[in-house]
Nanobody, 121 residues
């Protein structure tokens, strides 16, 4: 059974920083693309950033230059370093990953639980 566990959310003042982690555990043969999403109240879920197994990254324009996505393939963990946070970054942040549990099983997309990030003074 594959699980994604998210940690690191919280309350921070505008201009502050937070680091989110998303750790995959269970039976894992390989992990392809991993991504961070967020959903604010009344809004659709949106992709914040993604990273391939080879380290290629993609960011939403709203976070470019402020957020950095990274991953540690040896630990099956992805990170999101969020700097210069703004009130409009307030949302529930979720992670997902395209994981192949075994070599003979097709890749599936798994989701972690959300973590609340609140940017407020």
């Amino acid at each position: 059974q594959v699980q994604l566990v998210v940690s690191g959310g919280g309350l921070v003042q505008p201009g502050g920083s937070l680091r989110l982690s998303c750790a995959a555990s269970g039976t894992i043969f390989s992990i392809n693309t991993m991504g961070w999403y967020r959903q604010a109240p009344g809004k659709q879920r949106e992709l914040v950033a993604s990273i391939t197994s080879g380290g290629m990254t993609n960011y939403d324009d709203s976070v470019k230059g402020r957020f950095t996505i990274s991953r540690d393939n040896a630990r099956n963990t992805m990170y999101l370093q969020m700097n210069s946070l703004k009130p409009e970054d307030t949302a529930v942040y979720l992670c997902n990953a395209d994981i192949r549990a075994r070599s003979y099983i097709p890749t599936r997309t798994y989701w972690g639980q959300g973590t609340q990030v609140t940017v407020s003074s």
